[in-house]
């Protein structure tokens, strides 16, 4: 398995402004997704964080909305752009040691946009 | 396009009365069927990977099983602690996991 934290666990914010959410796992992972789950609904997909190289992002999701770094094996960053209340979800980052091996979750992080 | 389809949405049950939950698939090339545990306000918590028709899984009191079309997660003289959403998922050639919209179990003492 993997253990993996994201920062911040919550937060509140206001139309219009942006949040960048963190992603860090106790060790080098090969691949790094990032997915969003709102309110009563499954996960959905958002994009796969590459390494060294522009994210790939999901149909429906774009980068302007939604841009990702991933500066090293250990870590990313989700930052959710000019949110608007539709955008109040949970945000969770999962990870896979090998391409096609089981994917773990971190915690999430619960945002709410007033 | 890939596609899970979960069943019953929502089941509740007594304590020690066992039963057993769906998860229907359409998937190109299947790599794997993942079933994942989710208590409220918190991540999914990896519970079984199957890979192969005919293949079965057990931890405690959960038994997940695979066909070509479904798979089913058997609990066994549930307990309160097992009340969480148990969610399926799929992975064919695309690699991306395809989530179902989940189960949510409720187990009363």
């Not at chain 2, 049950?13 to 918190?42: A, H, I, M």
């Not at chain 2, 005919?54 to 405690?60: A, D, F, W």
């Not at chain 2, 997660?73 to 989530?99: M, N, W």
């Amino acid at each position: 398995s993997a253990v993996i934290s994201q920062k911040p666990s919550r937060d509140i914010c206001q139309r219009g402004t942006s949040l960048t959410i963190q992603c860090q796992v106790d060790s080098q992972v090969t691949m790094m997704f990032w997915y969003r789950q709102q309110p009563g609904q499954s996960l959905t997909l958002i994009a796969t964080a590459n390494q060294g190289s522009e994210a790939t992002y999901e149909s429906g999701f774009v980068i302007d909305k939604f841009p990702i770094s991933r500066p090293n094996l250990t870590f990313s960053t989700l930052t959710v752009s000019n949110m608007s209340p539709e955008d109040s979800s949970i945000y969770l980052c999962s990870v896979e040691r090998g391409a096609g091996e089981t994917q773990y979750f971190g915690p999430g992080t619960r945002l709410l946009v007033l | 396009e890939d596609q899970v389809t979960q069943s019953p949405e929502a089941l509740r049950l007594q304590e020690g009365e066992s039963s057993s939950l769906n998860c229907s698939y359409t998937v190109s090339g299947l790599r794997g069927l993942f079933w994942y545990r989710q208590d409220p306000g918190k991540g999914p918590e990896f519970l079984f990977t199957l890979y192969s028709a005919g293949e079965e899984k057990e931890k405690e009191r959960l038994k997940a099983t695979l066909t070509k079309k479904e798979s089913f997660l058997h609990i066994t003289a549930p307990k309160p602690e097992d009340s969480a959403t148990y969610l399926c998922a799929v992975q064919g050639q695309s690699s991306r996991l395809t989530f179902g919209e989940g189960t949510q179990l409720t187990v009363n003492p």
